[in-house]
């Protein structure tokens, strides 16, 4: 699970670092956690009201996890109800808003031979 504060092109594009983070499939047990200090944020353009814009991640957010223990749970939930639907394994894109998990977009994986 790779994430960022604001929208995921920040995380897509590789623009800013990102906290990282593997889970067991068995039992979403947290085997690796990275922190990043986050520098960079796409969020909506507030004068625009539609476009997107580069903001600094606030220096009170920027070495906080982005996601708690909990969203990391429900995260590896999904996946697992994701992939039972595809029948294999699944590329998710998925965001929180409000505390309210979305689900953006979810694509085949190929090629993992």
């Not at 995921?8 to 990282?20: L, N, P, Q, R, T």
């Not at 749970?73 to 979305?102: F, M, N, P, T």
Request: glycine fraction near 8%; aromatic fraction near 8%.
């Amino acid at each position: 699970i790779e994430a960022n504060w604001g929208l995921g092109e920040s995380v897509v594009s590789g623009k800013s670092m990102i906290d990282y983070f593997v889970l067991g499939k068995a039992n979403h047990e947290i085997r690796q956690k990275r922190i990043a200090t986050k520098t960079v944020m796409v969020v909506m353009d507030d004068e625009k009201g539609f476009d997107r814009c580069e903001r600094d991640v606030p220096e009170e957010k920027s070495k906080l996890p982005t996601l708690s223990e909990q969203q990391l749970h429900e995260l590896a939930r999904l996946g697992e109800r994701v992939e039972a639907d595809y029948g294999s394994c699944v590329d998710i894109e998925w965001a929180y808003q409000e505390g309210k998990l979305y689900v953006l977009q979810a694509r085949t994986i190929r090629n993992l031979d």
